[in-house]
């Protein structure tokens, strides 16, 4: 099975276990979101923090939302500490894939136990793609 873009996930999946590793369970979302930043700069990929995401309703501007991290423009990363992943974190990525051009998306938990999701969405299923 080919998976898209399996190399850069891999790096991303495997700096995600490294800060997980480094400073545990208990903080803010926020904390792992900057450690995850300069740990997946510091690996030399293009790393962009809460870019926007314009959302829109038959060719109209119906709402912004804010990306936790983007790697490479290509994948998108929504960050959670929470308990558990619950399906309203993977919707919410899902709908942060529908809304750009990336076409892959990783949810990393920093919960209890270090979780992730990798979500799929093809441009070419999309009805409309925009950029961001």
């Not at 904390?31 to 740990?39: I, M, P, R, T």
């Not at 690996?43 to 912004?64: A, E, H, Q, S, T």
């Not at 936790?68 to 919410?92: G, P, R």
């Amino acid at each position: 099975m080919h998976l898209l873009h399996k190399e850069l996930t891999a790096l991303i999946l495997k700096t995600f276990y490294e800060v997980y590793n480094e400073l545990g369970y208990g903080f803010l979302e926020k904390v792992y979101q900057n450690a995850l930043f300069l740990e997946l700069k510091e690996k030399g990929l293009n790393v962009v923090p809460n870019k926007k995401i314009r959302v829109f309703y038959k060719g109209n501007n119906v709402g912004d939302y804010y990306s936790d991290l983007i790697v490479n423009d290509t994948v998108i990363l929504e960050l959670k500490a929470a308990e558990c992943v619950v399906d309203e974190f993977e919707t919410q990525l899902l709908n942060y894939l529908r809304a750009t051009d990336c076409e892959v998306g990783l949810l990393l938990n920093f919960g209890k136990k270090p979780e992730f999701r990798r979500k799929v969405f093809e441009n070419k299923r999309k009805i409309r793609k925009n950029p961001f």
